[in-house]
Every structure is written in C-alpha cells, then in structure tokens.
C-alpha cells in the first residue's frame, strides 16, 4: 500500500485505485480482506470498557464498525476531499441519516425541486410527521432560493447534476448564500461522483452517495456514502446510522471498494459515449429535445464546465408522441436494458414520469421540468455504434 506522503498527491484516478485500504496489511494482501464478522473480542475489560466510552481506538461490533467498511470510507473520503465518510446500507439510509439526523421538529428545509424520487417522497410525506417544514425550489435560480429562505431554515439539500433533468446548480454560489446565514448545504452528488466534482471543495458542508451507481458500477449492491468535514456533524451523523442501524455490512463495502478501482476508466468511456449518444439524438427526427451538460445550449452548461471535470454519463431526452411514444420506443429496444438504476457497465434507460418519480404529484413533476415524454437515458461503456443503432431502430419504431 502506497505511503501517506504518496497518497497526499495522488490524482484523481491514481486516488481511485489506491485509496482506502488497511493502515496495515494483515499478511501482505493486495486486496482489502472481508472482516466477516459480526463482532471483535477485547484484548481485556478495560479495553473493552474504554472503547465503548470513546478512549481508546478499536472495533466493538460490524453496526458500529468494521475494517473492511472503515477502508471504504476513508477511500470515498478521499475522493471526495472530505474529513470522514459514513458508509451506510443504501443511498437512502444516507439521505434519511441526513434528514433526521441534522433536522428537527420546528426546522424549515429548503430542497430542490429536481430530486431523486424517493429523495422527494421522504421530504414531502415523512418529514412533516416530524415537524419539519419544506420548500421546494429551483436551485439553479439564486433569487429564488434567495427568496425561499427562512428564519428557521436550517437545511438546503440539492442535487447537481439533478435527477433526471439534468439541472445544474451553482455550487460555490449556494454556499456563499448559505454560509452567510448559517445554513447546512447537502449535495447529492451520484450523478458526477467525486471524480468529476467534489462540492466539499466549492464550499458545500455533507456530500451524499448513493453507492449502488457509478462509484461501484456494477449494478450488483446497494449502499451509500455522507461524507463531512466538521466533526460534530459527523459524530450526529455517526451516531443516527449506528442507533438505527442503518449501516454497511463488509462484503457490500468490499464490493463497492473493488468497483471503485475503475471508477475512472469507467467514467472516462462512458462520458466519451454519452456526448456521442447526445450528439446522435439531438439530429434525429424522432426526438424532440436532449438535455445533456456536455451540449453547448444545455442550460447550466458554463457552470458545469467550471465546477465539474467532465459531464457524466446521464442525458434525458424527449421523444415524439409524449407518454405513448416515449413507452413504445422503451418497449423497442433490444440492446439497452430497461431498468432503474443508473452508473453500471451497462446502458440503462427508464421512463422517469411512471417509474423513479410516479411517486410526485404530476404538477410538481411537470414544474420541476420532469415532463411526460421525458426518457432518462444512463449510458454505459458499450461500444457507442451499438448504442446509437439501438436506439436509433427503437425511435423509428414509434407509431
């Protein structure tokens, strides 16, 4: 394993590769080994004893701790140019880590309007039950976020690029807003991952992930990822996933750390693929608008490219017929798989309006841009002539 010194000036996708590991290795192993095991033996009771009062380091119990998952952590910390990353069970256990953890009754949480479905569900139906107040806003307009501020407001959670609008938010401007009136700002940051952008260097106080996408890449297990850089969050952070057990088991962690190895060979191709697919759509008569960052006259374009390394590998687009064409071009398909889910090896597509978002009012879907004939493309690493033939058949095929 490469020293500290070497590991400090690592580039983006050397760190993919090299970060998170054991402080030391057990019997040379290249690969990080599988701590199977539910809980740790004490070398005495007043070690025990110590550990469980915070005194000295060690682990207690997998829920509360395990050097698999711990090697995770600190690698997706890395990346992201964090103090302390917290592995959690799913993307959403740590966005509800995040909710509830750092929000209470009386709180006013300003959230964009463009969020993950689920993302939105929680924070419209769950949160009132806990007296947490929200208002939903168009991030990428400062005046209205501006506008949308109150005096109890403590949380503004995004997401940039946005799900699945592809929406691009000014980060280091929503951190001057909020540092001046003391407000968390979350970012979900799934759709670039920290190697294309790291918004705890633009000024934002927690990134989420969602590990199940791009960082694993694999579409094989689910987990998640807040990472922090001020230590009292962190310990409220780490203190809500290990009471309500919303944490990482090692062979999930061992996964996603194996598939963080090629995070950037994976992003690399797939960006490449997914300018070329957005090029392809945008002339072709059966679509009628592509939403991608990487265009020029994509909104947001001029931000991203100043916050971001690359564009991604997600696009939207709408096709001809609305709700009707947009199921009989996903129904013809045959190479790109219909699923949720985005970030794998593999292209995945899905119709957002029934699927990952049925779950918001349709006014608040059509407000936020998530229109009906709205397709959300996550474009894989296949060869590009086969993706464009793919869909090219498919399009031709809408009646």
């Not at 168009?138 to 109150?150: H, Y």
């Not at 990482?248 to 191709?269: S, V």
């Amino acid at each position: 394993m490469p020293d500290q010194e070497n590991q400090s000036s690592m580039r983006r996708a050397t760190a993919a590769i090299h970060r998170g590991g054991l402080a030391r290795a057990v019997y040379g192993e290249v690969s990080v080994p599988i701590f199977q095991t539910s809980t740790f033996s004490f070398p005495s009771a007043e070690a025990g004893a110590a550990r469980f009062i915070g005194e000295e380091p060690g682990f207690i119990y997998t829920r509360m701790g395990n050097p698999t998952v711990q090697a995770l952590e600190e690698g997706v910390a890395a990346l992201e140019q964090g103090a302390v990353g917290h592995a959690a069970a799913t993307g959403m256990a740590a966005i509800a880590a995040v909710l509830l953890g750092l929000l209470g009754q009386g709180d006013h949480l300003l959230a964009g309007n463009c969020l993950y479905g689920p993302t939105h569900t929680v924070i419209n139906r769950e949160l009132p039950r806990f007296g947490i107040s929200t208002t939903f806003v168009d991030t990428s307009d400062q005046q209205r976020v501006t506008e949308a501020m109150q005096p109890n407001t403590r949380m503004l959670f995004l997401e940039t690029p946005a799900n699945p609008t592809l929406m691009i938010t000014d980060l280091a401007a929503m951190a001057r807003l909020t540092r001046e009136r003391h407000i968390l700002l979350v970012v979900d940051n799934t759709f670039a991952t920290p190697y294309l952008q790291r918004p705890l260097t633009l000024g934002a106080d927690l990134v989420v992930h969602s590990l199940t996408k791009a960082l694993n890449g694999h579409s094989d297990v689910l987990g998640g990822m807040v990472i922090v850089n001020d230590a009292a969050i962190s310990k409220q952070i780490q203190r809500f996933l290990h009471l309500f057990g919303g944490t990482m088991d090692p062979h999930q962690a061992w996964l996603i750390l194996r598939g963080m190895r090629t995070l950037a060979l994976r992003m690399d191709r797939a960006q490449v693929n997914a300018l070329k697919i957005a090029e392809f759509l945008e002339q072709h008569p059966r679509v009628e608008w592509v939403r991608y960052p990487g265009l020029p006259h994509h909104p947001g374009h001029d931000i991203a490219k100043k916050q971001m390394d690359g564009f991604g590998a997600m696009l939207c687009f709408g096709v001809q017929r609305g709700l009707e064409g947009g199921r009989a071009f996903l129904d013809g398909l045959r190479l790109i798989t219909r699923a949720v889910s985005l970030g794998g090896v593999e292209s995945l597509i899905q119709h957002p309006a029934s699927m990952t978002h049925a779950g918001v009012p349709r006014e608040e879907r059509l407000a936020a841009g998530i229109k009906d004939e709205l397709v959300r493309l996550s474009v894989g690493c296949e060869d590009v002539e086969d993706l464009s033939a793919d869909l090219d058949q498919a399009l031709q095929g809408i009646p």
